[in-house]
């Protein structure tokens, strides 16, 4: 029974890489986007008419992106630093704390999980439990699920 918390987990990654996966036709308009400009000679204004065209057809920057990119000799960090308006820094990456977590819905979750398979719990059951729940919540490996400050 307790594979079947992994088996969803893993279901939830996978949703979760394909919604941020590049579509067949994404990665053909990133191609022929490109193609229009010299990646040996790319203007600011350059970078900032692909940094809109991709926005436009609502594709994040992604290790996916910038891949393909590089496929094509293009560095996806280049053209994002030389499409970023003069002294504006980079958006700061998204914060996965504890702050950001609703401690309850972490209990009420893991009291569901431990009612459902406290009499058959191995400790291989309880690191995919633990496993689970830093998915879910987006915890770090090392982060603690408690705030035990004072």
Same mark, same amino acid.
């Given at each position: 029974?307790?594979?079947?918390?992994?088996?969803?987990?893993?279901?939830?990654?996978?949703?979760?890489?394909?919604?941020?996966?590049?579509?067949?036709?994404?990665?053909?308009?990133?191609?022929?986007?490109?193609?229009?400009?010299?990646?040996?000679?790319?203007?600011?204004? %350059?970078?900032?008419?692909?940094?809109?065209?991709?926005?436009?057809?609502?594709?994040?920057?992604?290790?996916?992106?910038?891949?393909?990119?590089?496929?094509?000799?293009?560095?996806?960090?280049?053209?994002?630093?030389?499409?970023?308006?003069?002294?504006?820094?980079?958006?700061?990456?998204?914060?996965?704390?504890?702050?950001?977590? %609703?401690?309850?819905?972490?209990?009420?979750?893991?009291?569901?999980?431990?009612?459902?398979?406290?009499?058959?719990?191995? %400790?291989?059951?309880?690191?995919?439990?633990?496993?689970?729940?830093?998915?879910?919540?987006?915890?770090?490996?090392? %982060?603690?699920?408690?705030?035990?400050?004072?």
């Amino acid at each position: 029974m307790i594979n079947s918390i992994g088996s969803s987990s893993n279901f939830v990654t996978q949703q979760s890489s394909q919604a941020s996966a590049l579509t067949q036709e994404q990665t053909d308009f990133v191609k022929e986007t490109l193609a229009e400009f010299d990646a040996e000679n790319l203007s600011a204004e %350059d970078a900032q008419s692909i940094q809109a065209a991709l926005e436009e057809q609502g594709i994040s920057p992604t290790k996916e992106l910038a891949d393909l990119m590089g496929e094509l000799e293009f560095d996806a960090k280049s053209i994002g630093d030389a499409g970023r308006p003069e002294g504006q820094r980079p958006p700061p990456p998204p914060q996965n704390s504890l702050e950001s977590v %609703d401690t309850d819905e972490v209990v009420s979750y893991l009291d569901e999980l431990l009612s459902e398979y406290s009499n058959q719990l191995s %400790d291989e059951d309880k690191e995919s439990i633990l496993s689970s729940v830093q998915e879910k919540f987006g915890l770090s490996e090392g %982060d603690s699920l408690l705030n035990v400050t004072a």
